[in-house]
């Protein structure tokens, strides 16, 4: 979606699975998200979204080039974020405040240090990646700032990601999506 979104506002049209000759753009929707990556590489399609570290792999393997981030070229876009059932959160505010303090940890370790001191930190969770290759994907997402300094869900970016959502079908646009009673920001204050 947020794709689609970068190329409308760049004046492309659109088609998905090629139903529209004239459009700039044909984007596949018939292959499955963890597979796409796979299609690219067997030269079944000219551009990929990939999550690091898969794009920088695919360059590394000289199979393909980064050629920019939808993350930078979309602005701030609201993608991780913890979601529960209200009882849930009612009912173990202490756990989920020591888990909002741990992302801020991590958060604030990574961009407050340099490259070589975040990969020890990295590594085990990327054992099929080189130290070369985690250096890359952590200087190509501190060159976009995708890791937040405040942590935080504004109405601003809330009111972005629906837009986005709405503008590529998945929810009616006549449907109203209230910001207050969907998010909370108490665990980070």
Same mark, same amino acid.
């Given at each position: 979606? =947020? *794709? /689609?979104?970068?190329?409308?506002? !760049?004046? *492309?049209?659109?088609?998905?699975?090629?139903?529209?000759?004239?459009?700039?753009?044909?984007?596949?929707?018939?292959?499955?998200?963890? +597979? =796409?990556?796979?299609?690219?590489? &067997?030269? /079944?399609?000219?551009?990929?979204?990939?999550? /690091?570290?898969? +794009?920088?792999?695919?360059? +590394?393997?000289?199979?393909?080039?980064?050629?920019? %981030?939808?993350?930078?070229?979309?602005?701030?876009?609201?993608?991780?974020?913890?979601?529960?059932?209200?009882?849930?959160?009612?009912?173990?505010?202490?756990?989920?405040?020591?888990?909002?303090?741990?992302?801020?940890?991590? *958060?604030?370790?990574?961009? !407050? !240090?340099?490259?070589?001191?975040?990969? /020890?930190?990295?590594?085990?969770? @990327? =054992?099929? %990646?080189?130290?070369?290759?985690? +250096? %890359?994907?952590? !200087?190509?997402?501190?060159?976009?700032?995708?890791?937040?300094?405040?942590?935080? @869900?504004?109405?601003?970016?809330? =009111?972005?990601?629906?837009?986005?959502?709405?503008? &590529?079908?998945?929810?009616?646009?006549?449907? %109203?999506?209230?910001?207050?009673k969907l998010v909370t920001n108490e665990m980070i204050n």
């Open positions: 979606m =947020t *794709l /689609e979104h970068v190329l409308k506002k !760049n004046g *492309l049209t659109i088609t998905q699975n090629g139903k529209d000759k004239n459009a700039d753009v044909n984007i596949r929707v018939d292959v499955s998200f963890d +597979a =796409t990556s796979g299609v690219f590489v &067997a030269g /079944e399609s000219d551009y990929v979204t990939a999550f /690091e570290p898969t +794009a920088s792999q695919i360059q +590394a393997s000289n199979k393909g080039y980064i050629v920019s %981030s939808i993350g930078k070229d979309s602005g701030v876009v609201p993608y991780t974020c913890f979601s529960s059932v209200k009882s849930y959160f009612e009912n173990n505010k202490d756990k989920l405040k020591k888990f909002t303090s741990a992302i801020k940890k991590g *958060l604030d370790y990574i961009n !407050n !240090n340099d490259t070589s001191k975040v990969i /020890e930190y990295l590594k085990p969770s @990327f =054992t099929s %990646s080189n130290e070369n290759e985690i +250096a %890359s994907v952590i !200087n190509n997402y501190k060159s976009i700032e995708a890791w937040p300094i405040k942590l935080g @869900f504004t109405k601003e970016n809330f =009111t972005k990601l629906i837009d986005i959502v709405k503008e &590529a079908g998945e929810l009616d646009n006549n449907i %109203s999506v209230p910001y207050d």
